[in-house]
């Protein structure tokens, strides 16, 4: 029942990924392509968190 208050555990880090995949893009859209490679290889980590939580939650 009171499930209903509880935040989803992946949620703060779906805002992350999605902020780091935004600074990503524009770094690419700057010519900064070093940049925007080791942002988006933060997010990848990320990603795989979020698959491993959700892997837990439902199995």
Do not use: C, V
Request: a positive charge; hydrophobic letters at 35%; glycine letters at 6%.
């Amino acid at each position: 029942m009171f499930n209903l208050f509880k935040s989803h555990p992946t949620k703060k880090l779906r805002k992350q990924l999605a902020k780091l995949q935004a600074d990503a893009m524009y770094a690419s859209r700057n010519g900064d392509i070093r940049k925007s490679s080791e942002i988006s290889a933060e997010a990848d980590k990320i990603w795989q968190e979020i698959q491993r939580i959700e892997g837990e939650t439902k199995g």
